[in-house]
């Protein structure tokens, strides 16, 4: 697992005693110190998603994309996973989470959007959203008027901004077919 991390550290144009920092604070961060000799085959969906997040920071990223980073994997990898996507916002990174889990958007973002079909349909913060919705895209359930981010067809994007705490600006994308487009103007509010 720590060379999976280093070449990573390399692929950014770190030396390799840089990028041996580099990983060892990256191991630390996800909390997989103890598993660094061990193989990728040999660890638990869990502790991959871990080492995939580990191989995304190592070059600590003002810009992290994660893509429902906590489907099927274990309570403990999950509750780890989510209080590092938090201090990765603390220490300044913006983070675009994509999920279908609405508690985990009312636990990390300060914008949502939730997109439908490849098009936004609501976005703004969470106290907006509820606001403009008679049964609230957003209350812990999952569940809203049928175009909620548990659809199927669905995600819900959101954001928090390196330069501003508790972000007035979102980000948007869409995706449709798993490829992001970028933001049009229309939906990228600043």
Known sequence: MF????????????????????????????????????????????????????CGIVHEPELIFMDEPTVAIDPQSRNTILENIRELNRRGATIIYTSHYMEEVELLCDRVAIVDEGRIIAEGTQDELKRRSPLAYLTG????????????????????????????????????????????PSTDRR
């Open 3 to 54: 060379e999976n991390i280093q070449f990573f550290a390399e692929l950014y144009g770190f030396k390799p005693d840089e990028a041996k920092q580099k990983t060892l604070a990256a191991l630390d961060f996800v909390e997989l110190t103890a598993h660094q000799k061990k193989r990728p085959p040999e660890l638990s969906g869990g502790l991959l998603r871990r080492l995939n997040i580990a």
């Open 141 to 184: 359930s999952g569940r809203s008027n049928g175009c909620a981010a548990s659809s199927t067809r669905s995600r819900t994007l959101t954001s928090r901004s390196r330069k501003t705490p508790r972000s007035r600006r979102s980000l948007t994308c869409s995706t449709t077919n798993g490829f992001a487009s970028p933001p049009s």
